[in-house]
């Protein structure tokens, strides 16, 4: 009975650190696809671990990102249309 929880501890644990792993991954792609556009107002840029879909609206910048392992992510930037 112990070993079962144990077990379902490692698990848990395995699962929670991907599940990390895949939002950091979209988060880095996203602050990526900031510092790479132009004042571009819609686009799509194609990375190793998966897609990045943007779009401007008003002073935000819109950001999807799919990632090839599995996972959507959704993040709302401000956008002042200067890189640095």
């Known amino acids: 009975?112990?070993?079962s929880f144990y077990l379902t501890s490692i698990v848990d644990n395995q699962k929670?650190?991907?599940s990390?792993?895949?939002f950091l991954?979209?988060?880095l792609m996203a602050k990526m696809t900031v510092s790479v556009i132009d004042n571009?107002?819609?686009g799509e840029i194609v990375f190793n671990h998966g897609q990045v879909q943007y779009q401007k609206t008003g002073?935000?910048?819109v950001i999807s990102v799919s990632l090839k392992a599995g996972g959507d992510y959704r993040f709302k930037v401000?956008?002042?249309g200067k890189t640095n």
């Open 16 to 18: 929670n650190l991907h």
């Open 78 to 80: 401000p956008f002042s």
């Open 1 to 3: 009975m112990t070993l």
């Open 59 to 61: 002073e935000s910048l």
């Open 40 to 42: 571009q107002t819609d």
């Open 25 to 27: 991954t979209a988060q």
């Open 20 to 22: 990390q792993k895949s």
